[in-house]
């Protein structure tokens, strides 16, 4: 049990968000912003790091990513202001951004955040959202690699 306490205490020491797109890192940028192979014109916007997880896991996608950190929700005073929104709104302004994926599922609160976004987003850049196949309601996390993988290809732009 000490051993395992001691690992979980050197893991939370050890790992905090990455400074572009807050994502778990144990370094100040993450493998992925790091890695030059990846799209850097393309970001998919997603609530969770588990949400990067279940995305790769696709290997479909081959662009950045920026983590939210939750979705905007009044009712648990949650609003813009305590999400990564203001980071993303200067990553496409200041970047080549062609494109941004609202990947975020499509409870109320998703909803909410997804048009929030897509609005703040819309004079800099291409906005899209994933495809409806994943049930409404749902999280990334629980879908299987195949749904994530066509809702990623019936992503459509947000009026």
């Known amino acids: ?5 001691k690992a979980l205490i050197e893991a939370k020491k050890q790992v905090g968000l990455c400074r572009v797109c807050f994502q778990l890192s144990a ?18 916007v997603v609530v969770d790091p588990r949400d990067v997880i279940a995305l790769e896991k696709t290997r479909e996608y081959k662009g950045l990513y920026h983590v939210l950190g939750g979705v905007i929700s009044p009712m648990d005073g949650i609003g813009p202001e ?3 929104v203001q980071a993303l709104l200067q990553r496409v302004a200041g970047d080549k951004t062609k494109e941004v994926i609202m990947a975020i599922s499509h409870s109320i609160e998703g909803e909410t955040t997804t048009l929030y976004i897509g609005q703040l987003l819309k004079p800099f850049t291409k ?3 994933i495809a409806f196949g994943l049930p409404m309601g749902g999280d990334l996390e629980y879908a299987d690699e ?4 066509r809702a990623l290809e019936g992503r459509r732009e947000i009026d």
């Open 1 to 5: 049990m000490q051993s395992l306490a």
């Open 27 to 44: 370094e100040p940028v993450c493998n992925i912003c790091r890695n030059s192979e990846r799209d850097k014109e393309t970001i998919c």
């Open 82 to 84: 305590q999400l990564n």
């Open 127 to 129: 906005v899209t959202r």
């Open 146 to 149: 195949v749904t994530l993988t």
